[in-house]
């Protein structure tokens, strides 16, 4: 079943199996503001065990431009298109966020997003790998993000 995510009340529903099922909820919420206030587009989430599809492409995306395998269980999926920018997110028990942006029309402006939420240690897979970046945020407190271009074609 997928819903819209609000932004204004933030919900763990869907997350609460995580050890810090607040602190995702507020960055699911993060994105979910952005979308809105960027594009009027509303953010809605999936659960992973629904979105076989999604889960797949990110994954694959991640083993075979950077040899990366969660070992994290996924919790919910996003997929969708605005203008040109086709968007995959996953949401993992653990508190990690991947995103996977791919403009249709421009090779040159594709990437793997990830945001840790506040609480969270880095994943192992990602220790050593990427410098993280801080982010203030109403929602989701601190968030820690990185990132890496896309190479190849999906």
């Known amino acids: 079943m997928s819903y819209n995510v609000d932004f ?10 995580s ?29 992973a065990g629904e979105s076989k599809e999604t889960l797949d492409y990110v994954n694959r995306i991640l ?5 990366i395998e969660f070992e994290a ?12 920018i086709k968007w995959a997110y996953v949401f ?7 995103n996977v942006l791919y403009t249709v029309d421009d ?5 793997v997003g990830f945001k840790l939420s506040e609480g969270m240690e880095v994943p192992k897979e990602l220790e050593g790998k990427f410098k993280f970046a801080r982010q ?4 989701a407190g601190t968030i820690r993000g990185s ?3 896309i190479k190849g074609e999906y």
């Open 19 to 47: 050890p810090v099922a607040e602190a995702l909820a507020g960055l699911r919420a993060h994105e979910a503001r952005y979308f809105m206030n960027k594009y009027k587009h509303e953010f809605k989430v999936v659960p």
């Open 136 to 139: 203030k945020s109403k929602l």
């Open 107 to 111: 090779p040159k402006k594709r990437a």
């Open 73 to 84: 269980k996924a919790l919910e999926t996003s997929w969708f298109q605005v203008e040109n």
């Open 63 to 67: 083993k075979e431009e950077r040899d």
């Open 147 to 149: 990132y890496f271009v």
């Open 92 to 98: 993992y028990e653990d508190g990690l966020e991947v």
């Open 8 to 17: 204004k009340d933030v919900s763990v529903l869907g997350l609460e199996s």
